[in-house]
């Protein structure tokens, strides 16, 4: 792995390439491991790296630069994780926890696929604008089960600007406190019950 020249100035024309006196490798053709090695743009020192001839196989801790206390692994083939082999089915025995940010899980070209005796989602953030679980597609989204239960202490809304369909082939229960259905003439001569601020509301939606 090649050590960059220092030669990379900032705007007052001071040096800001990582330079390292003390640098160790070990290897052979094969592999290798070092401390100390500067990355190829000069910005950030690795702590420890593991690395093969192919650049793309790689682990570093990384220890300054703008990646400081950063731990990066690349694998041009699989990343596999395997442990729990002696606990109990109860047992917490994979943690993932980013103490603070965001966790990204990203499939480029690929499907991401969750599987469990049981899925557990949990969001519980406080305020209006945290403690949500979105669900985003930009075709479907697909639910089959035994059962299908929603349970909203405040509200809840289905909206389409399509068509919608409710069946049940074998019996339909409804039930409400007060029941109101308006339709489109509404929009034109208000009914009884105010349906054309319900229709404006809707329509614009």
Known sequence: MTQPKNTKKDAAGSSTAKQNYTAVTYGND???????????????????MLYTPDAQHTFSMDGDGPRKGWTT?????????ECGSANKEA??????????????????????????????????????????????????ISNDSKKFSVNATTSYRIFTSGTGEVVANSILKC???????????????DAKNAGKNFVEKVTQT
Request: aromatic letters at 4%.
């Open 30 to 48: 094969k592999g290798g491991v070092g401390f100390g090695i500067i990355h190829q743009p000069s910005d950030v020192t690795s702590a420890v």
């Open 175 to 189: 039930y409400g406190s007060i029941f109101k259905g308006v339709d489109d003439s509404c929009a034109v001569k």
């Open 91 to 140: 047992n917490d025995s994979l943690m993932l926890n980013a103490k603070n940010g965001n966790i990204i899980i990203k499939a480029n070209n690929g499907k991401i696929r969750l599987e469990g005796t049981d899925i557990e989602l949990h969001a519980i953030g406080e305020g209006g604008s945290k403690g949500n679980i979105r669900l985003t597609a930009s075709e479907n």
């Open 73 to 81: 692994s690349l694998s041009p083939g699989n990343f596999q994780v």
